[in-house]
């Protein structure tokens, strides 16, 4: 919302700088984004047109005769291209030396002395263009008679916008009276309204036009006024200045005014052409099927019953409260204008402004609720603006239908022990009155320190008692509110441990180089079907009224999104791709409420490393991952095993479950060929796992870990080839070797199957590292430590010795 002080002073009297302003009104909660000046030309004066002859070397040019100074004391000669210079205007008029935009380089020069055909021209009579006040270059700007000749531009046409960046409820301050009651509660001013007289004559409107309201629930107060021979022309150049600076476009004189009163009220008007309404009536009323209209813009459009039109006798003229119809538009043949002032429903308006794609000025103040109090004050405004700039005849009256939900003004209790509860303060009551009264609030005592408070018919924000109570604190100030402790003791903070869980698991996947992604965690039954092939007999969640198709249900997975993110980035380079995702997914209750179970998914794709020529080309695979999971869970103290399973989402033999005991704590896998070409990954290796936080939260151990100092004695290694049987896995061999006597740890550095080992029968090499807490082990106790091992191996799984 954009706020002349030019307009605004029209209202109120502001004695305030544009800063300090600023400040007092963001602190009272009507934000300014930004203090915009209008002006600061140099050389620029108000000038005076005291002759004009043709250019005797060009036919479109003329020779113009401008004086700056008191009865033609300082006159100078220009040269003008302006079909619209005439002597006698009052004219910007730039020296030599201003600093003002060339349209030919289209750019901010200073303005230098030129010979034009032959006639050297002493300075320049400025269009709207150079000024920088708007975007016709077609004339000059013509001023004022009553402008003051020789006064600096500045001065006189100069301004100070400021820019308001409003939060939804404050549908007030889209107006300048709006705004001007907030100065005025701030600076202890008084708001001047508007005169609203005009002179009637003719026939009453109500024996002129016919109108009915045939759905008052989306229509609650229709008003109607009547004026007969205007003359459509342009906007004197005070209006057209009033709408430019607060950001409108001026269009014609009876436009212009239901724009300018939109501004000033709060109220959108919309006047159409009389004579083209069939048969004098106007109706108020659903569209019916199969209707279309052509708006304004020149669209054609089709209609809903659920749109509400404002109809003559046969055809709709216009989409109420939104857009008007081209077949009833004002033109510079109208003569006769029939102006509409109503209170329409904000929540159908909306509806109908998001559906036909129409977001206009229109349509952003009556989807927020206007009063219909306000209706009838903005037409008889708007009615005398436009006898005064159009001319013409008011029919005496006006049309006003108000439905039967009734408009009388909002009352609304206050007392001085609210306040006090509220804001921990005492305000005195006499003062909470003349805030109320600076803001338009009307009051009567109901009591001892108890008032009964009117709302005006510009807010539609106040509604119960803690509203005023804002009203009242907003205008004191926030900081006037004493800061003190809180009577009882702070709450401890009580700790929810999968939270802290979660927390850690991030952590440690951010410590081991992968990044966290976050997603929406609605998708669709396409996008989970590769993970649940029976998503669509067992459907998951639906969101009852999804924003949009491709978020309609609540994810049973991480694992898509995660493979999303990696979709969206592949294009980027050749990886390493390391990312992951902690979030909730949601399982079906039944009747009761869902399940929602904390969740922790990875995804591991392209190059092992960084490209370069110092390392080789390997891709991160079905290891990287258990690698991550492992780290994960033996860094929280968790004991796990992993369990191949056979899953048709991921590769054969590159998918198992991990478990603690019978918990299935996760599951880490490769994606399977047709899911990689289905979701379009082009990674010709993707790993992913998912941490499922609940069972690990269980599996944790009880007892804190306890410190454990680094061996100072060495360990000796010793390399086992062993052959087994296929079935036996290697986390049992590691399990049973871990177990033995004098073994520190075990890694399997080998798997081989093939030649020199006999079918159904597979080798596993290890290394093993045998070592003692108090002393190095001599290799003779080592070599008996061993053989105890070989032995043990062949007895439980037997396994023996490769040679």
């Known amino acids: 919302m954009r706020v002349p002080l030019s307009w605004l002073k029209q209202y109120v009297d502001v004695d305030l700088p544009a800063q300090e302003l600023a400040h007092r009104l963001t602190m009272a909660g009507i934000e300014v984004g930004e203090v915009k000046v209008i002006g600061g030309w140099s050389e620029v004066f108000v000038g005076q047109v005291t002759d004009v002859r043709p250019h005797p070397n060009a036919d479109r040019l003329r020779l113009c005769v401008v004086t700056t100074g008191p009865e033609g004391s300082e006159e100078l000669e220009v040269v003008c291209g302006a079909p619209n210079v005439a002597a006698g205007q009052k004219i910007c008029f730039a020296k030599i030396g201003a600093y003002i935009y060339n349209t030919h380089t289209e750019r901010h020069e200073s303005l230098e002395p030129a010979k034009i055909r032959g006639v050297e021209s002493q300075g320049m009579i400025c269009s709207e263009v150079e000024l920088g006040l708007g975007d016709d270059h077609t004339g000059i700007i013509v001023l004022p008679d009553d402008a ?38 701030l600076t202890g001013k008084k708001v001047k309204e508007p005169e609203a007289s005009y002179q009637e004559a003719g026939a009453p409107i109500a024996e002129q036009v016919n109108i009915s309201v045939a759905d008052p629930d989306l229509c609650r107060r229709y008003t109607a006024s009547l004026l007969q021979g205007v003359k459509i022309g342009p906007s004197p150049q005070w209006l057209q200045d009033r709408l430019t600076r607060a950001g409108l476009r001026p269009i014609n004189n009876v436009v212009d005014v239901t724009n300018f009163v939109m501004m000033e009220y709060n109220q959108p008007l919309h006047a159409f052409d009389h004579d083209l309404i069939k048969d004098a009536t106007v109706i108020v009323r659903r569209a019916r099927p199969g209707e279309t209209l052509t708006t304004l813009d020149g669209v054609e459009r089709k209609l809903s019953v659920e749109n509400l039109v404002i109809a003559d006798a046969n055809d709709p003229i216009g989409l109420g409260g939104v857009i008007g119809g081209a077949n009833s538009e004002i033109s510079d043949a109208t003569v006769n204008v029939l102006l509409e002032s109503a209170t329409f429903n904000g929540a159908n308006n909306r509806e109908t402004a998001q559906s036909m794609g129409l977001r206009t000025e229109a349509t952003l103040r009556f989807e ?41 003004a909002p009352v609304v209790p206050l007392s001085s022990e609210k306040i006090k509860r509220i804001l921990g303060m005492e305000v005195d009551l006499k003062q909470v009155q003349g805030i109320l009264d600076a803001l338009g609030f009307t009051w009567e005592s109901a009591g001892d320190g108890e008032l ?21 604190v907003r205008s004191i100030g926030y900081d006037s509110v004493p800061a003190t402790m809180l009577s009882s003791p702070i709450p401890s903070q009580q700790p929810v441990p999968i939270i802290g869980l979660r927390d850690q698991v991030k952590d440690l996947l951010a410590a081991a180089g992968i990044q966290e992604v976050i997603n929406y965690p609605l998708v669709t039954l396409q996008q989970l079907e590769p993970f649940d092939p029976l998503v669509r007999t067992n459907l998951p969640l639906r969101v009852a009224n999804p924003l949009s198709s491709d978020r309609e249900y609540l994810r049973t997975t991480l694992l898509f999104s995660v493979l999303a993110n990696l979709a969206s980035n592949q294009g980027h380079s050749a990886g390493p791709f390391r990312l992951f995702e902690a979030g909730r997914v949601f ?100 790993a992913v796992f998912e941490l499922y936080l609940k069972p690990i939260l269980a599996a944790l151990p009880q007892s804190l870990r306890q ?97």
């Open 148 to 185: 003051p000749t020789g006064a600096l531009l500045d001065d006189y046409l100069g301004d100070t916008v400021l820019d308001l960046e409003l939060t939804p409820n404050r549908l007030d301050c889209l107006s300048l009276l709006g705004v001007a009651h907030e100065v005025a509660a």
């Open 368 to 408: 927020k609720g206007l009063r219909p109090e306000l209706a009838p004050i903005a037409l008889r405004r708007a009615t005398g603006l436009i006898q005064e700039v159009a001319g013409g005849t008011v029919a005496p009256g006006i049309v006003d239908v108000l439905s039967d939900e009734g408009a009388d």
């Open 452 to 472: 009964k408070v009117t709302v005006p018919y510009w807010r539609n924000d106040v509604n119960i008692e803690e509203d005023l109570v804002e009203e009242v």
């Open 587 to 686: 399982e079906s209750g039944g009747k009761d409420l869902p399940e929602e179970r904390e969740t922790v998914a990875g995804v591991l794709a392209g190059l092992r490393q960084e490209p370069s020529w110092l390392e080789d080309e390997s891709l991160l695979d079905f290891y990287d991952a258990k690698g991550v999971t492992e780290s994960v869970l033996d860094r929280l103290g968790v004991a796990v095993t992993y369990e191949p399973v056979d899953n048709p989402a991921f590769h054969p033999g590159r998918c198992a479950v991990i478990k603690a005991g019978d918990a299935v704590l996760g599951m880490v896998g490769e994606v399977h060929p047709s899911i990689r070409e289905r979701l379009g990954l082009e990674q010709p290796q993707v």
């Open 707 to 803: 410190f454990e100092a680094l061996p100072r004695y060495p360990s000796a290694t010793r390399d086992l080839a062993l052959v087994m049987p296929t079935d036996v896995t290697a986390s049992r061999v590691t399990q049973l070797i871990l177990r033995h006597r004098g073994v520190d740890r075990a890694e399997l550095f080998d798997i081989y199957a093939g030649e020199s080992i006999a079918e159904g029968s597979k080798s596993l090499a290890f290394h093993v590292y045998f070592q003692a807490r108090d002393r190095t082990l001599t290799n003779e106790e080592v070599d008996r430590s061993l053989d105890g091992l070989l032995r043990t191996l062949e007895r439980e799984l037997n396994a023996t010795l490769r040679t």
